[in-house]
């Protein structure tokens, strides 16, 4: 879908990306930094509308240098700043870009409303856009990428200012448009939680430089560690207790999960050595008579992968950015 060349951008003072070569396949990828990472001038350049200082790119097998304007008109872009007239409704608006995207007047109709109603606007969509709240505004610039039914979609930092339950919508809208409609998706965030749920792939970019490329699943591949929940019983009220006890005696160590923590204790955690370690707290909480709540290989989290990797990575970033872009994807 995209693949990039020693791709730079430099302005007077900064250098936005640095040789930065990559490929993307198909499905929902995440591109993710800190602010100032460079992902904004990635997709500016990957559209044609900013020149590359150097280096090459390729996107659905077009050269960014000479076939910017048909690279668009298979492309859809949600721009990550507010950039919506707030006095026309949202089926003006939109019907006015499928129509700047050459559809038809019947056409560009049609797909408004559909495309509309798929990002969940029904009534309101015949309101001016500047009574909107910040989650209308994004969905309607969701739809104006999506009208024109594109082959790939680049999406801004899309859940940037919503809350909790707009972020997961949001994310949940994304994901159906690939798995609905096939389009591939390339979707920037600094919140690297809401990427592992939602992409297949995610690149991490500092400093506009490559930090990582890998499928999801590789990311939060499963650790050695093993969680271990039970329940209590009349014999033993602290179930748990009974089973770190147990275990002990079969010379494996347990500690809880979040010591020192409120509400931490009921999950234990320890390291396996393979399936005889399966098969041994089976036994021990068996034989103490007590239920299995849960037995599971802990999985890494992508946040634990990205800190490892910037610290040990450019160091050209500040760490209090790197702790933001860490800290908020929990
Ligand atoms: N037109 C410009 N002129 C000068 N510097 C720029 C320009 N556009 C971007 N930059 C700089 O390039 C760097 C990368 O910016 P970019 O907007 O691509 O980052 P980003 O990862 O998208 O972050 P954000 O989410 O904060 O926009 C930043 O240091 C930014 O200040």
Not at 97 to 111: F, W
Not at 150 to 158: A, M, Q, R
Not at 166 to 187: A, C, K, P
Request: charged share 25%; proline share 4%; with cysteine.
């Amino acid at each position: 879908m995209i693949a990039t060349e020693s791709l730079s951008k430099r302005f007077p003072r900064v250098t936005a990306l640095d040789r930065l070569s990559v490929d993307i396949g198909p499905g929902v990828t995440g591109l993710v930094g800190a602010n100032g990472a460079g992902k904004s001038t990635l997709i500016k350049i990957l559209l044609g509308l900013s020149p590359a200082t150097e280096g090459n790119a390729r996107v659905l097998g077009m050269d960014i240098a000479t076939e910017g304007a048909a690279i668009r008109e298979q492309v859809g872009y949600m721009p990550e700043h507010d950039c919506l007239p707030p006095d026309v409704s949202a089926t003006e608006f939109v019907v006015h870009m499928a129509r700047m995207s050459g559809l038809p007047p019947t056409a560009a109709r049609e797909r408004t409303a559909d495309t509309l109603r798929h990002v969940g606007l029904y009534e309101e969509r015949y309101r001016p856009i500047g009574g909107y709240s910040t989650g209308m505004k994004q969905r309607v610039k969701l739809a104006q990428a999506l009208v024109h039914d594109p082959k790939l979609v680049f999406l801004d930092e899309p859940t940037n200012g919503l809350d909790p339950v707009g972020r997961d919508e949001m994310l949940g809208l994304i994901r159906r448009v690939h798995t609905d409609f096939g389009i591939s998706v390339l979707v920037t965030s600094h919140l690297l939680g809401e990427l592992e749920r939602t992409c297949d792939h995610v690149v991490v970019i500092d400093g506009g430089k490559l930090l990582r490329s890998s499928s999801t699943t590789d990311f939060t591949q499963t650790t050695t560690t093993l969680a271990i929940e039970v329940t209590d019983s009349d014999t033993h009220p602290d179930g748990t207790a009974a089973v770190r006890d147990a275990l002990r005696g079969r010379g494996v160590e347990t500690h809880h999960e979040g010591a020192g923590l409120p509400g931490a204790g009921h999950i234990l955690l320890l390291t396996a050595a393979g399936e005889e370690t399966y098969d041994l707290v089976r036994d021990v909480v068996a034989d103490l008579g007590l239920g299995l709540v849960r037995m599971e290989q802990r999985r890494h989290h992508i946040s634990e992968v990205f800190t490892t990797d910037t610290a040990e990575g450019s160091g050209h970033r500040g760490d209090e950015q790197r702790k933001e872009a860490v800290g908020h994807g929990g």
